[in-house]
């Protein structure tokens, strides 16, 4: 079974620049999230989706980050304008469900990302 | 607002060692992951706990959980070289059951 794709593996921008990363999740699971993974921390969500619906994107900077799944499969995370502290690895991650048995996530191999 | 903590932060360990790395959450849940992470790479799955009293062993790893207490634990048993990476715990929380990670716990075996 495929995992969680993701791309690119790597950015490098410039501060107010914008960039778009990709993910594609698991065959057939219905929830997709994106985090923000800044070194030396943990994971922090920024949004999770159910098919094309937001469930939550209380932590998403609105002004800035935006994020769109729109056929329910594949999604987008936008940053525009990018700041320097955007600088951090953007993890794509999926479910089959959420809650329930089948909560757990599987991570993709992230976008790490560096703005200067 | 849910708050995850784990400690240690940092762990150097001989080969061959015992140590045990813990997480403490602050509301009730029901579910308790923990993760690897090897540097520059993404999050491998170790343990799902899904109840009070639940262990799980996995070689040398074994994962403890008390809902009681909002405890975790992550004993390392005989330590290996191998066994060097980062440890995340994440707990699941919310209406839509989000996941809230600690800081993690970065853990070097020395031979």
């Known amino acids: 079974e495929a995992g969680v794709a993701q791309s690119p593996r790597y950015k490098i921008i410039e501060k107010r620049q914008s960039v778009a990363f990709w993910c594609n999740p698991i065959?057939?699971?219905?929830?997709l999230y994106w985090y923000q993974q800044i070194l030396g921390q943990g994971p922090k969500l920024l949004i999770q989706f159910q098919n094309n619906g937001v469930v939550d994107d209380s932590q998403l900077p609105k002004d800035r980050f935006s994020a769109e799944r729109l056929k329910g499969v594949d999604s987008t995370l936008k940053i525009q304008p990018a700041k320097l502290e955007d600088s951090a690895v953007y993890l794509c991650?999926?479910?089959?469900?959420?809650?329930?048995?089948?909560?757990?996530?599987?991570f993709g191999p992230g976008t790490r990302l560096t703005v200067l | 607002e849910l708050k995850v903590e784990q400690n240690p932060l940092f762990l150097s360990m001989q080969e061959g060692k015992n140590y045990t790395i813990y997480c403490n959450y602050s509301?009730?849940?029901?579910?308790l992951y923990w993760y690897r992470q090897d540097p520059g790479k993404s999050l491998e799955s170790l343990f799902v706990?899904?109840?009070?009293?639940a262990v799980k062993q996995e070689g040398r790893l074994m994962a403890s959980l008390d809902t009681k207490a909002r405890l975790s634990t992550l004993h390392i048993t005989a330590a290996v070289h191998d066994l060097s990476a980062t440890y995340f715990c994440?707990?699941?929380?919310?209406?839509?059951?989000?996941?809230?990670f600690g800081s993690g716990t970065q853990l070097t075996v020395l031979p």
């Open positions: 509301t009730t849940s029901d579910r």
């Open positions: 991650a999926s479910s089959f469900i959420s809650g329930g048995k089948g909560n757990e996530q599987f």
């Open positions: 994440a707990v699941n929380s919310g209406s839509a059951r989000q996941l809230t």
């Open positions: 706990l899904l109840s009070n009293g």
């Open positions: 065959s057939g699971h219905a929830t």
